[in-house]
Protein backbone atom coordinates (compact mmCIF):
# COMPACT_ATOMS: atom_id res chain seq x y z
CA UNK A 1 0.00 0.00 0.00
CA UNK A 2 1.09 3.59 -0.84
CA UNK A 3 1.35 6.07 1.92
CA UNK A 4 3.43 8.43 4.28
CA UNK A 5 4.72 6.31 7.38
CA UNK A 6 6.22 8.49 10.43
CA UNK A 7 8.21 7.03 13.44
CA UNK A 8 7.39 7.26 16.41
CA UNK A 9 4.04 7.91 16.91
CA UNK A 10 5.05 9.06 20.43
CA UNK A 11 8.18 10.28 21.69
CA UNK A 12 9.32 11.55 25.01
CA UNK A 13 12.57 13.93 25.38
CA UNK A 14 14.33 15.11 28.28
CA UNK A 15 14.72 18.82 28.32
CA UNK A 16 18.69 19.45 26.11
CA UNK A 17 17.90 16.68 24.44
CA UNK A 18 17.74 16.39 20.08
CA UNK A 19 15.29 14.25 18.60
CA UNK A 20 15.00 12.75 15.01
CA UNK A 21 11.39 11.82 13.84
CA UNK A 22 11.06 9.40 10.73
CA UNK A 23 9.26 10.50 7.56
CA UNK A 24 8.96 7.65 4.68
CA UNK A 25 6.69 7.92 1.70
CA UNK A 26 6.35 5.44 -1.06
CA UNK A 27 4.42 7.42 -3.58
CA UNK A 28 7.22 8.53 -4.86
CA UNK A 29 6.58 12.47 -4.62
CA UNK A 30 8.83 15.20 -4.92
CA UNK A 31 7.51 17.66 -2.55
CA UNK A 32 7.48 16.41 1.23
CA UNK A 33 6.47 18.87 4.03
CA UNK A 34 6.62 18.79 8.07
CA UNK A 35 4.01 20.57 9.84
CA UNK A 36 3.93 21.21 13.85
CA UNK A 37 0.23 21.00 14.69
CA UNK A 38 -0.70 22.47 18.77
CA UNK A 39 -4.09 22.92 20.18
CA UNK A 40 -5.88 26.10 18.33
CA UNK A 41 -2.92 27.28 16.38
CA UNK A 42 -4.09 24.91 13.20
CA UNK A 43 -0.83 23.71 10.65
CA UNK A 44 2.23 25.72 10.87
CA UNK A 45 4.81 24.94 8.35
CA UNK A 46 8.34 24.25 9.65
CA UNK A 47 10.45 22.94 6.49
CA UNK A 48 9.80 21.79 2.92
CA UNK A 49 11.46 20.29 -0.08
CA UNK A 50 10.15 20.54 -3.50
CA UNK A 51 13.43 17.90 -4.65
CA UNK A 52 16.12 15.41 -3.40
CA UNK A 53 18.95 17.87 -1.44
CA UNK A 54 16.77 20.91 -1.70
CA UNK A 55 14.92 22.47 1.15
CA UNK A 56 13.94 25.82 2.56
CA UNK A 57 12.26 26.68 5.32
CA UNK A 58 8.82 27.55 6.72
CA UNK A 59 7.25 29.89 9.30
CA UNK A 60 9.25 28.07 12.26
CA UNK A 61 11.80 26.78 11.20
CA UNK A 62 14.15 28.51 14.27
CA UNK A 63 15.71 25.05 16.64
CA UNK A 64 14.45 22.78 13.89
CA UNK A 65 16.27 20.90 10.73
CA UNK A 66 16.25 18.61 7.91
CA UNK A 67 17.59 16.80 5.54
CA UNK A 68 16.25 15.13 1.96
CA UNK A 69 19.25 12.66 0.80
CA UNK A 70 16.64 10.50 -0.82
CA UNK A 71 13.07 10.96 -2.76
CA UNK A 72 11.56 9.22 -0.07
CA UNK A 73 12.47 10.23 2.98
CA UNK A 74 12.56 13.74 5.15
CA UNK A 75 13.61 13.08 8.59
CA UNK A 76 13.19 16.01 11.03
CA UNK A 77 15.34 16.81 13.72
CA UNK A 78 14.01 18.44 16.90
CA UNK A 79 16.97 20.47 18.34
CA UNK A 80 17.65 21.66 22.11
CA UNK A 81 17.04 25.52 20.92
CA UNK A 82 13.58 24.39 20.30
CA UNK A 83 12.28 26.63 23.37
CA UNK A 84 8.81 24.99 22.93
CA UNK A 85 9.21 21.36 21.47
CA UNK A 86 5.76 19.63 22.86
CA UNK A 87 3.52 19.36 20.11
CA UNK A 88 2.20 16.92 17.51
CA UNK A 89 4.27 16.80 14.04
CA UNK A 90 2.87 16.11 11.20
CA UNK A 91 4.60 14.95 7.95
CA UNK A 92 3.00 15.39 4.26
CA UNK A 93 4.41 14.62 0.63
CA UNK A 94 2.15 15.64 -2.48
CA UNK A 95 3.10 16.03 -6.65
CA UNK A 96 4.83 19.34 -6.75
CA UNK A 97 2.23 21.64 -6.93
CA UNK A 98 -0.76 19.83 -6.77
CA UNK A 99 -1.84 21.14 -3.36
CA UNK A 100 -3.16 17.91 -2.45
CA UNK A 101 -1.52 16.63 0.59
CA UNK A 102 -0.83 12.99 1.77
CA UNK A 103 -0.50 12.62 5.44
CA UNK A 104 1.20 10.65 7.85
CA UNK A 105 -0.51 9.80 11.37
CA UNK A 106 1.86 12.46 12.89
CA UNK A 107 3.94 12.03 15.67
CA UNK A 108 3.51 13.28 19.20
CA UNK A 109 6.52 14.38 21.10
CA UNK A 110 6.34 15.39 24.52
CA UNK A 111 9.45 17.07 26.50
CA UNK A 112 9.76 16.44 29.98
CA UNK B 1 1.98 36.93 2.36
CA UNK B 2 -1.74 34.94 2.52
CA UNK B 3 -3.67 34.67 5.78
CA UNK B 4 -7.19 31.78 6.32
CA UNK B 5 -9.07 32.61 8.88
CA UNK B 6 -12.20 30.21 10.18
CA UNK B 7 -14.20 32.32 12.87
CA UNK B 8 -15.89 28.77 13.91
CA UNK B 9 -13.57 27.22 16.73
CA UNK B 10 -16.07 24.69 17.05
CA UNK B 11 -19.67 23.59 15.65
CA UNK B 12 -22.17 20.61 16.39
CA UNK B 13 -24.84 19.36 13.78
CA UNK B 14 -27.42 16.66 13.85
CA UNK B 15 -27.34 13.59 11.75
CA UNK B 16 -28.39 13.81 8.99
CA UNK B 17 -28.92 17.42 8.99
CA UNK B 18 -26.79 20.24 6.87
CA UNK B 19 -23.92 22.78 8.54
CA UNK B 20 -21.72 25.03 6.85
CA UNK B 21 -17.99 25.91 7.70
CA UNK B 22 -16.96 29.15 6.77
CA UNK B 23 -13.65 30.26 5.91
CA UNK B 24 -12.14 33.94 4.51
CA UNK B 25 -8.96 34.28 3.49
CA UNK B 26 -6.63 37.53 2.24
CA UNK B 27 -4.44 37.73 -0.72
CA UNK B 28 -3.08 39.62 -3.77
CA UNK B 29 -2.78 36.52 -5.72
CA UNK B 30 -4.74 36.27 -8.79
CA UNK B 31 -4.26 32.57 -9.30
CA UNK B 32 -4.67 30.12 -6.15
CA UNK B 33 -6.28 27.04 -4.78
CA UNK B 34 -8.72 26.66 -1.84
CA UNK B 35 -8.95 23.27 -0.24
CA UNK B 36 -10.73 21.85 3.05
CA UNK B 37 -8.93 19.14 4.86
CA UNK B 38 -10.27 16.43 7.38
CA UNK B 39 -8.55 15.62 10.56
CA UNK B 40 -10.65 13.27 11.92
CA UNK B 41 -10.05 11.80 15.59
CA UNK B 42 -7.72 8.94 14.61
CA UNK B 43 -5.67 12.55 13.47
CA UNK B 44 -4.68 11.09 9.99
CA UNK B 45 -5.81 13.80 7.60
CA UNK B 46 -7.43 13.60 4.27
CA UNK B 47 -8.11 15.99 1.54
CA UNK B 48 -12.31 16.45 1.27
CA UNK B 49 -12.36 19.16 -1.58
CA UNK B 50 -10.23 21.42 -3.89
CA UNK B 51 -11.25 24.49 -5.51
CA UNK B 52 -9.16 26.18 -8.49
CA UNK B 53 -9.52 30.08 -8.04
CA UNK B 54 -10.57 30.45 -12.11
CA UNK B 55 -13.56 28.18 -12.21
CA UNK B 56 -16.02 29.88 -11.44
CA UNK B 57 -18.21 26.90 -10.89
CA UNK B 58 -18.10 25.50 -7.21
CA UNK B 59 -16.52 21.97 -6.24
CA UNK B 60 -18.76 19.28 -5.45
CA UNK B 61 -17.66 16.02 -3.95
CA UNK B 62 -20.65 14.19 -2.97
CA UNK B 63 -21.69 15.12 0.41
CA UNK B 64 -19.94 18.08 0.54
CA UNK B 65 -19.84 20.93 -1.64
CA UNK B 66 -18.24 24.55 -1.45
CA UNK B 67 -19.73 28.09 -1.72
CA UNK B 68 -16.73 30.18 -3.59
CA UNK B 69 -16.94 33.68 -3.71
CA UNK B 70 -14.16 35.11 -5.04
CA UNK B 71 -14.91 39.11 -4.89
CA UNK B 72 -15.34 38.27 -1.31
CA UNK B 73 -12.51 35.98 -0.66
CA UNK B 74 -14.98 33.42 0.73
CA UNK B 75 -14.71 29.40 0.64
CA UNK B 76 -17.37 28.14 2.81
CA UNK B 77 -17.71 24.31 2.97
CA UNK B 78 -21.53 22.95 3.32
CA UNK B 79 -21.99 19.01 4.63
CA UNK B 80 -25.14 17.40 3.81
CA UNK B 81 -26.84 14.90 4.91
CA UNK B 82 -24.58 14.62 8.34
CA UNK B 83 -23.11 11.31 9.61
CA UNK B 84 -21.74 10.47 12.69
CA UNK B 85 -18.18 9.84 10.35
CA UNK B 86 -17.63 13.62 9.68
CA UNK B 87 -17.29 14.56 12.95
CA UNK B 88 -13.47 15.94 12.67
CA UNK B 89 -11.41 18.87 12.71
CA UNK B 90 -11.91 20.71 9.25
CA UNK B 91 -8.84 23.21 7.83
CA UNK B 92 -9.14 25.56 5.24
CA UNK B 93 -5.84 26.18 3.41
CA UNK B 94 -4.64 28.23 0.68
CA UNK B 95 -1.69 28.12 -1.82
CA UNK B 96 -1.02 30.45 -4.44
CA UNK B 97 -0.82 28.75 -8.14
CA UNK B 98 2.55 30.48 -9.11
CA UNK B 99 5.71 28.54 -8.40
CA UNK B 100 7.75 32.29 -7.37
CA UNK B 101 4.97 33.20 -4.79
CA UNK B 102 5.33 30.60 -1.86
CA UNK B 103 6.83 27.59 -3.98
CA UNK B 104 3.19 25.68 -3.80
CA UNK B 105 3.29 26.01 0.29
CA UNK B 106 -0.13 25.83 1.80
CA UNK B 107 -1.30 28.14 4.27
CA UNK B 108 -3.79 26.82 6.90
CA UNK B 109 -6.66 27.95 9.00
CA UNK B 110 -6.85 27.33 12.63
CA UNK B 111 -9.61 24.97 12.09
CA UNK B 112 -13.28 24.26 12.90
CA UNK B 113 -13.85 20.93 15.33
CA UNK B 114 -17.21 19.68 13.93
CA UNK B 115 -19.11 17.23 16.22
CA UNK B 116 -22.15 15.52 14.60
CA UNK B 117 -24.67 14.47 17.18
CA UNK B 118 -27.03 11.36 16.78
Redesign the interface.
Same mark, same amino acid.
Given at each position: DGGITQSPKYLFRKEGQNVTLSCEQNLNHDAMYWYRQDPGQGLRLIYYSQIVNDFQKGDIAEGYSVSREKKESFPLTVTSAQKNPTAFYLCASSIRGSGELFFGEGSRLTVL | AQTVTQSQ?EMSVQEAETVTLSCTYDTSESNY +?L?W +?KQPP??? @?? #?VI?QEAYKQQNATENRFSVNFQKAAKSFSLKISDSQLGDTAMY?C?F @?A?D?GAG? +?? #?T????TKLSVIP
Open positions: - | P +YF +YSRQ @MI #LRFA @MASS +YQ #LFGKG
